[in-house]
C-alpha cells in the first residue's frame, strides 16, 4: 500500500457505498488514508453493500461506517461526536466529500402528446408498426447501438409534478447539506491544518433535462456554496473545489427517466468514446487531496474526457 498521506489522516465520505463515493474511498485507502463511511442503505440493499465494505476493510488502515440519515442534524451531530472520539488527538478530517444522491425525479409540467414524431414518421415509411419499430430499437440501444436513441420509446416520468417542497428535500440533501457537516467538522475541530472539501455537480448545471430540475437547482446551490466555503474557511487551511463528472453509471443515474438514452447521448459526443467511470472522478479526487494541490481553490472542474466541449458525435 502506498503511504501518500501521514497515519492521522482521515476521509470522511457522505454516500461511500456506492458510485463516486465508494470508488473515492478505494482510491484513498490505496494511498493509506483512513476511512469514514456515511450512508443510508436498506437491509436488503446492505447485501451488495457489505462485500465492498468488506474489500475496503482489507486495503485501508481503519474503516468506521455509519448506515444513517446524512440529512438530518441530529444523526450528523451523533456521527461527528463519535468521530471525535475515535479520533482523539492525533486524527484529523483531510478529505471531505458529499456524494450524497437523493432527489426527486419529476417534470414541471405535463408533455405535449405526440411530440416525437420521428419513430412513427420512420415506421409509417417502412410500412411497419411504430410500436414494433421503438421496441427494436429498444433492444438494439441496450446491445449498444448509441445511434438509435431518437427511436426508442420515451422515458416514462412520474405522473405527479415538482412542488416547492420537492425543490426544498432536493435542494438540501445534494446542496447545502454540505455546510452542516463542514461547520460541524471545523466546530470540533476535526479538520486537519491541510483539509479538503469536494462537492459533486453535473452538465445539469447549466443543461435541462426533463425531470432534472430540482437536481439541477440543488447543483448549482452545491456549487455556489463550495465557492463560499473556499472563499470564507481558505484562511483556516480548508480548501473547497467541485467536480463536474460527465455521465456515470451509477444508481443515482439510473434513477433517471431516460438514463439510457442520456447515456447513448454522452457516449456519441464523448472524444473517448465511453461513459465517465466512478473511477475516474476518484483519481482526481485524490490528486487534489496530494499536497501539491493544495492552490487549487473554489473551482469547478470537469472530470469527463472531454464530453462537455465536444460538439460532434460519433
Known amino acids: 500500500m502506498a503511504r501518500d498521506f501521514p497515519n492521522d489522516s482521515w476521509a470522511l465520505i457522505l454516500g461511500g457505498s456506492s458510485g463516486f463515493g465508494l470508488a473515492t474511498a478505494q482510491k484513498l485507502a490505496e494511498h493509506g488514508m483512513n476511512l469514514l463511511l456515511v450512508h443510508r442503505d436498506r437491509r436488503g440493499a446492505m447485501k451488495k453493500i457489505e462485500p465492498e465494505f468488506e474489500k475496503l476493510r482489507g486495503v485501508a488502515p481503519s474503516l468506521k461506517t455509519w448506515n444513517t440519515d446524512a440529512i438530518s442534524a441530529d444523526k450528523r451531530d451523533e456521527v461527528l461526536s463519535e468521530i471525535a472520539e475515535m479520533l482523539g488527538a492525533q486524527g484529523r478530517v483531510r478529505v471531505l466529500l458529499h456524494s450524497i444522491a437523493f432527489g426527486n425525479l419529476k417534470l414541471i409540467a405535463p408533455e405535449k402528446p405526440g411530440a416525437r414524431t420521428a419513430p412513427a414518421s420512420l415506421a409509417a415509411r417502412l410500412g411497419v408498426d411504430s410500436s414494433v419499430l421503438s ?5 438494439l440501444l441496450a446491445e449498444g447501438e448509441d445511434g438509435l436513441h431518437t427511436l426508442t420509446h420515451p422515458p416514462v416520468y412520474p405522473d405527479r409534478y415538482l412542488d416547492e417542497e ?11 447539506s454540505l455546510l452542516g457537516w463542514v461547520q460541524g467538522l471545523f466546530g470540533r475541530d476535526l479538520f486537519a491544518d491541510d483539509a479538503r472539501v469536494f462537492g459533486l455537480t453535473s452538465e445539469g448545471n447549466a443543461l435541462a433535462w426533463k ?10 446551490a452545491l456549487e455556489s456554496l463550495g465557492r463560499s466555503i473556499a472563499t470564507e474557511f481558505a484562511p483556516h487551511g480548508i480548501r473547497c473545489n467541485i467536480i463536474q463528472a460527465g455521465v456515470t453509471e451509477t444508481p443515482a443515474l439510473a434513477a433517471i427517466p431516460g438514463s439510457d438514452q442520456l447515456k447513448a447521448q454522452a457516449r456519441l459526443r464523448n472524444p473517448g468514446g465511453r461513459l465517465t467511470l466512478p473511477r475516474d472522478v476518484a483519481n482526481v479526487i485524490y490528486l487534489l487531496a496530494l499536497e501539491e494541490a493544495a492552490w487549487i481553490n473554489g473551482e469547478v472542474i470537469r472530470v469527463d474526457g472531454g464530453e462537455h466541449i465536444s460538439g460532434a458525435t460519433r
Not at 420537492?166 to 447545502?176: Q, Y
Not at 425531470?211 to 448549482?220: E, I, Q
Open 135 to 139: 421496441q427494436a430499437a429498444d433492444e
Open 166 to 176: 420537492d425543490f426544498g428535500r432536493t435542494i438540501l440533501s445534494m446542496g447545502t
Open 211 to 220: 425531470g432534472y430540475a430540482a437536481v439541477s437547482a440543488a447543483k448549482v
